[in-house]
């Protein structure tokens, strides 16, 4: 389970989001700073 959380000021990006999205992840990237990366794609329906 992953809680972004944002400091500051900002526009939440998962804002009015009502049912639950089946996500599969894709790639990560790790920079110097210690962000890391996180790209997922919908998963598809059989």
Known sequence: MLDPVILGDGMPIMKGVKRRL?????????????????????????
């Open 22 to 46: 089946d996500l599969k992840l894709t790639g990560t990237r790790t920079f110097k700073s210690g962000v890391v990366l996180l790209c997922y794609q919908p998963v598809e329906k059989v």
